[in-house]
């Protein structure tokens, strides 16, 4: 089971993610509101995932995505943003992110951006 944390300053789309993600492959250990906090979590706990949102504030998600990658660089990070801008998440990707889906998302669409993000570990571990 891998670790997720969900990083979105919207606590509607931090419910969505947490209700829409797999359950039975993801275990939520936390949200954050900001990259600040989602730094803070990340030194309490192992971590394995992030769903990362771009624009937050105080530590915005390419800020984040900088510092996550630095202090594990196997961290996998998967951007939900509403921005359209190809620059920001080519950006976002060069950082250190892995996948990106685009706000608003179904259900479907998350749960295979997570899976894509952990699928050559899942084929390892089976």
Known sequence: ????LIVDDS??????IERECDQNLFHIVGSAID?????????QQAIDV?????TMPELDGIECIESLVRL?????ILVISALNDVATGMEALEKGAMGFVTKP???SELQSALCELVEDELQVRL
């Open 72 to 76: 594990d660089p196997d961290v996998k």
């Open 11 to 16: 606590k509607l789309i931090r419910q969505k």
């Open 1 to 4: 089971m891998y670790r997720l």
């Open 105 to 107: 998302f179904s259900g």
């Open 50 to 54: 992030v769903t990362m949102d771009l």
């Open 35 to 43: 990259g600040s906090q989602a730094l803070s979590l990340f030194f």
